[in-house]
């Protein structure tokens, strides 16, 4: 998570209109050394897989959607998802996600121009992330928007112009860029930033004490629904004569 420069004032816009030509991946490529190793996506989080909250978040901004992961496939086939490997060998970190997820969009449909990345332990995703990113990148013509929030960017979280994968595979391969920030400042970029009450919408989970204040956050939304429910039925009750 980077220092924010000065966040771009996006317009929201017709989440239809955002999912048009973006295709979405999520990165799921990590080693997950801090929560004991494995596949931390498929940790359970209020009863199901953290992929599949980030999944449902995703799914409906994105016109198709894939993940990124390696090691074998059939270890994420209750995902529904295309799986996607790295390109590069040596797990170099996100970067390689990010050139997978690229390449994959360019062969899918030529409609698509764009590539939406988030983390795979990201479980409270904002369900406009697409349609913001993509008003920004519009208003401003930058080859990649990026998501941030309490004051931090969060380059994980971005909208990348297909036409960065060539770019991409040269700074993997060629020249060792491992850092996303750091590939990202070659390109014009703009930052897009999201409230972080009542919850940040990139809380990501590293640790064991993060996911159980995951399930602490669900908790207290599924809560806080049930009251908004009693209540608007209370009021419509009243209406009654």
């Known amino acids: 998570m980077n220092a924010v420069p000065k966040p771009h004032p996006a317009t929201p816009v017709p989440r239809a209109h955002a999912r048009d030509d973006v295709a979405g991946v999520i990165l799921a490529g990590?080693?997950?050394?801090?929560?004991g190793g494995g596949d931390k996506c498929l940790r359970p989080l209020d009863g199901r897989p953290i992929l599949a909250h980030v999944a449902a978040r995703l799914r409906?901004?994105?016109?198709?959607?894939?993940?990124?992961?390696?090691?074998?496939?059939?270890r994420f086939a209750a995902a529904g998802l295309k799986v996607l490997p790295d390109r590069v060998p040596g797990n170099p970190g996100p970067l390689a996600g990010v050139l997978a997820g690229l390449l994959w969009a360019r062969r899918q449909a030529p409609a698509l121009a764009w590539l939406l990345s988030v983390p795979g332990d990201a479980p409270f995703l904002?369900?406009?992330l697409a349609a913001r990113l993509k008003a920004a990148q519009a208003a401003s013509g930058a080859s990649i928007a990026v998501a941030a929030s309490a004051g931090r960017r969060h380059p994980v979280a971005a909208l990348w112009a297909l036409d960065l994968a060539p770019a991409l595979r040269r700074a993997l391969v060629g020249e060792a860029v491992h850092k996303v920030e750091r590939f990202i400042e070659r390109y014009p970029n703009v930052t897009v930033s999201w409230p972080d009450v009542p919850v940040d919408p990139f809380?990501?989970?590293n640790r064991p004490t993060d996911?159980?204040?995951?399930?602490?956050?669900?908790?207290?939304?599924?809560?806080?629904?049930?009251?908004k429910g009693r209540g608007t039925a209370g009021r419509q009750g009243g209406d009654v004569k």
């Open 30 to 35: 990590g080693l997950s050394r801090r929560l």
């Open 60 to 74: 409906p901004q994105v016109r198709i959607l894939a993940l990124n992961a390696n090691g074998a496939p059939g």
């Open 126 to 128: 904002p369900l406009d």
């Open 203 to 205: 809380f990501n989970v």
């Open 211 to 227: 996911l159980l204040a995951a399930e602490r956050r669900i908790s207290k939304m599924a809560v806080a629904r049930t009251a």
